[in-house]
């Protein structure tokens, strides 16, 4: 067996021992600071990161690395309490491991939620958006030998983020009265958050918000036939000046994505009740 496939298998098969036979219907990947989503999940399993083999560990600010398996919006869930990033040194294909792991879990579903920079000038702290699709500076992670058993050589991207997925949301966003953008993530490598004249310039091609993170895991879960869900939320407004006053920090990041994820949760949790 290809070892990329054994290590997916051998890191599913203990989740499995932990969980028991009810499989989860949607995977919920949480960013930096969205982690309190997770205290929502009812009869929850706690799955540390650390006891998973051949599983990497979180470390970036605001990633507790759990996994947590229970009950939320009447479906069961599998939620990553925290994600892994290329700018911590990982392979693309440990970054997306996950993925994989929960499709063989059977997920259908992946709601995936990120921090992100304001780019967008109309984009103010905490401000959710929807995705509705994305741009990319990170290597490919199907780059090599294609694992023929999780999907295609060449996937299809056309509609990476689920046209009814979004449609819903927009809907419960109405009704719930939570204020939703809709636009287009950049995503790259990191761990340095961007220049004035790089802010400039991928606004100038289409981007709505910055991040160093989602894209790798929405691809391989296109690949995997996964339907995607992805929200983003505006912790910094992107500095295109050169002045002082707005520097980026990450502690700052995590602290305007905790005053967000209330509203954040309530969707989603609304979200997979409509699954």
Same mark, same amino acid.
């Given at each position: 067996m290809?070892p990329?496939v054994?290590r997916i298998?051998?890191?599913?098969?203990?989740?499995l /021992?932990r969980i028991? /036979?009810q499989?989860?219907?949607v995977g919920i990947v949480l960013g930096?600071?969205l982690?309190k989503l997770?205290?929502q999940?009812?009869? &929850?399993i706690v +799955?540390?990161?650390?006891?998973i #083999?051949e599983?990497?560990?979180?470390t970036?600010? $605001?990633?507790?690395?759990?996994?947590?398996?229970?009950? =939320?919006?009447g479906h069961?869930?599998?939620?990553?309490?925290?994600?892994?990033? !290329? !700018? *911590?040194?990982?392979?693309?294909?440990?970054?997306?491991?996950?993925?994989?792991?929960?499709?063989?879990?059977?997920? @259908?579903?992946l709601?995936?939620?990120?921090?992100?920079?304001?780019?967008n000038?109309?984009?103010h702290m905490?401000?959710? =958006? +929807?995705? @509705?699709?994305?741009?990319?500076?990170?290597?490919?992670?199907? +780059? $090599?030998?294609?694992?023929? *058993?999780?999907? &295609?050589?060449?996937?299809d991207?056309t509609?990476?983020?689920?046209?009814e997925l979004i449609? @819903?949301?927009e *809907?419960l966003?109405?009704?719930?009265?939570? @204020?939703?953008h809709?636009?287009?993530?950049?995503?790259? #490598?990191g761990p340095t958050y /961007?220049?004035?004249?790089e802010v400039?310039? !991928?606004?100038?091609?289409g981007a709505?918000?910055?991040?160093?993170?989602?894209?790798?895991e929405v691809?391989?879960?296109?690949?995997?036939g996964?339907?995607?869900?992805? =929200?983003s939320?505006?912790?910094n *407004?992107?500095?295109?000046?050169?002045?002082?006053?707005n520097?980026?920090d990450?502690?700052?990041?995590?602290?305007?994505?905790d005053?967000?994820?209330?509203r954040m949760?309530?969707?989603f949790?609304a979200l997979?009740?409509?699954?």
């Amino acid at each position: 067996m290809d070892p990329r496939v054994q290590r997916i298998h051998t890191a599913a098969d203990y989740v499995l /021992e932990r969980i028991g /036979e009810q499989k989860p219907l949607v995977g919920i990947v949480l960013g930096s600071g969205l982690g309190k989503l997770a205290d929502q999940i009812e009869n &929850p399993i706690v +799955i540390p990161y650390k006891e998973i #083999p051949e599983f990497p560990v979180s470390t970036a600010i $605001g990633h507790k690395g759990n996994f947590i398996y229970g009950d =939320m919006g009447g479906h069961k869930v599998i939620a990553m309490q925290g994600r892994f990033h !290329y !700018y *911590e040194g990982y392979p693309m294909e440990l970054v997306t491991l996950c993925v994989r792991v929960m499709k063989v879990l059977g997920i @259908k579903y992946l709601f995936v939620s990120n921090a992100a920079g304001g780019c967008n000038l109309d984009y103010h702290m905490g401000d959710l =958006m +929807i995705i @509705k699709d994305h741009i990319s500076l990170f290597p490919n992670p199907l +780059i $090599g030998p294609n694992m023929d *058993e999780f999907g &295609p050589r060449f996937p299809d991207m056309t509609c990476a983020y689920d046209l009814e997925l979004i449609e @819903k949301a927009e *809907e419960l966003g109405l009704k719930m009265d939570v @204020k939703l953008h809709k636009g287009v993530y950049f995503g790259s #490598p990191g761990p340095t958050y /961007e220049t004035p004249a790089e802010v400039r310039f !991928y606004r100038t091609i289409g981007a709505d918000v910055l991040g160093m993170s989602t894209i790798p895991e929405v691809i391989v879960a296109r690949h995997c036939g996964i339907r995607v869900f992805g =929200m983003s939320v505006v912790t910094n *407004e992107a500095n295109t000046r050169n002045i002082p006053r707005n520097f980026n920090d990450g502690e700052d990041v995590i602290k305007q994505a905790d005053a967000a994820a209330d509203r954040m949760s309530a969707l989603f949790k609304a979200l997979i009740e409509t699954l």
